[in-house]
Nanobody, 121 residues
Framework: QVQLAESGGGLVQPGGSLRLSCAAS????????MDWYRQAPGKQREMVAT???????NYADSVKGRFTISRDDSKNTVYLQMDNLKPEDTAVYYC???????????????WGQGIQVTVSS
């Protein structure tokens, strides 16, 4: 089993910054995708940013140029640097990680418990 520990959320004023972290631990042989999603009240969960072990990244149009996803594979940790935050960024943010427990197993998806980000003056 794999556990994901998210941190770094909170309340910030518009134009401010926050950095989210998500550390994976447990039965991990390898990690492929490490991604961030978010869900605002009354809306569906949406992709924010994705990353692969080969270094590819992808962003939702709404956050391009403001958010940066990065990862430290030696620590099985993914980060989301969020700059120039807007009220519409308010949501619960979730990390999603694809891991495999051995060389012979398949990759399995795991979700964090979610962390609140509120952008308000």
């Amino acid at each position: 089993q794999v556990q994901l520990a998210e941190s770094g959320g909170g309340l910030v004023q518009p134009g401010g910054s926050l950095r989210l972290s998500c550390a994976a631990s447990g039965s991990i042989f390898a990690v492929y995708g490490m991604d961030w999603y978010r869900q605002a009240p009354g809306k569906q969960r949406e992709m924010v940013a994705t990353s692969t072990s080969s270094g590819r990244t992808n962003y939702a149009d709404s956050v391009k140029g403001r958010f940066t996803i990065s990862r430290d594979d030696s620590k099985n940790t993914v980060y989301l640097q969020m700059d120039n935050l807007k009220p519409e960024d308010t949501a619960v943010y979730y990390c999603n990680v694809d891991t495999k427990a051995s060389p012979y197993s398949n990759y399995v998806d795991f979700w964090g418990q979610g962390i609140q980000v509120t952008v308000s003056s």
